[in-house]
Nanobody
Framework: QVQLVESGGGLVQPGGSLRLSCAAS????????MRWYRQAPGKQRELVAS???????NYADSVRGRFTISRDNAKSTVYLQMTSLKPDDTAVYSC??????????????WGQGTQVTVSS
């Protein structure tokens, strides 16, 4: 069984920064893509950023240039560094990880979600 534990959310003023972390634990062969999603009240879930096992990244237009996704494969952890935060960034942020299991199955796991609130 694989578990994802997120941390780093909270309340920040506009223009501030936060770093989210999502650590995977359990028994598996390797982690493929790692992603961050967010969902604001009354809105659809949005893919914020993704990173492949090779380190290629992709960002939503709304966060490009302000957010940076990275990963530490030795720690099975993905990070989301968020800068120049805006009230529109307020949402529950969830990590999503694609994992290849011992039996070579590809499984999709989600973190529990962490609240990010940008407000003065």
């Amino acid at each position: 069984q694989v578990q994802l534990v997120e941390s780093g959310g909270g309340l920040v003023q506009p223009g501030g920064s936060l770093r989210l972390s999502c650590a995977a634990s359990g028994i598996f062969l390797r982690i493929d893509d790692m992603r961050w999603y967010r969902q604001a009240p009354g809105k659809q879930r949005e893919l914020v950023a993704s990173i492949t096992s090779g380190g290629s990244t992709n960002y939503a237009d709304s966060v490009r240039g302000r957010f940076t996704i990275s990963r530490d494969n030795a720690k099975s952890t993905v990070y989301l560094q968020m800068t120049s935060l805006k009230p529109d960034d307020t949402a529950v942020y969830s990590c999503n990880v694609v994992i290849r299991t011992i039996g070579s199955y590809i499984m999709d796991y989600w973190g529990q979600g962490t609240q990010v609130t940008v407000s003065s």
